[in-house]
């Protein structure tokens, strides 16, 4: 059975930083790309940062030169650092799956999605 767990989300002052973690089992973890979701109240899911199976990495415009996604094959655990956050930043953040080797954030979809975690950015 496939979980995934995000943690790490709260609520800090603009400029600040936030470290997400999910943790995934049940699954060929370094196999396949793994996405990084956003959904603001009132707003579509975007992607936010991607690392495909090659392990390399791509990143929404919004976010790009402050986030960073990694993951830890050995411990089964994807990682976003967000660096300088914004008001704007504020938003569910998910984790998700997708059992491709490429993803493309334009694409709203997943083998399988995290619960959420609540990131809150004030000014």
């Known amino acids: 059975q496939v979980q995934m767990v995000e943690s790490g989300g709260g609520s800090v002052q603009a400029g600040r930083s936030l470290r997400l973690s999910c943790a995934a089992s049940?699954?060929?973890?370094?196999?396949?790309?793994m996405v990084w979701f956003r959904q603001a109240p009132g707003k579509e899911r975007e992607g936010v940062a991607a690392?495909?199976?090659?392990?390399?990495?791509t990143y929404a415009d919004s976010v790009k030169g402050r986030f960073t996604i990694s993951k830890d094959n050995a411990k089964n655990t994807l990682y976003l650092q967000m660096n300088s956050l914004k008001p704007e930043d504020t938003a569910m953040y998910y984790c998700?799956?997708?059992?491709?080797?490429?993803?493309?954030?334009?694409?709203?979809?997943?083998?399988?999605w995290g619960q959420g975690t609540q990131v809150t950015v004030s000014s």
């Open positions: 690392i495909h199976g090659d392990e390399s990495t």
């Open positions: 049940g699954y060929e973890f370094s196999n396949y790309c």
């Open positions: 998700a799956v997708r059992y491709v080797g490429y993803c493309y954030l334009g694409q709203i979809w997943a083998n399988y």
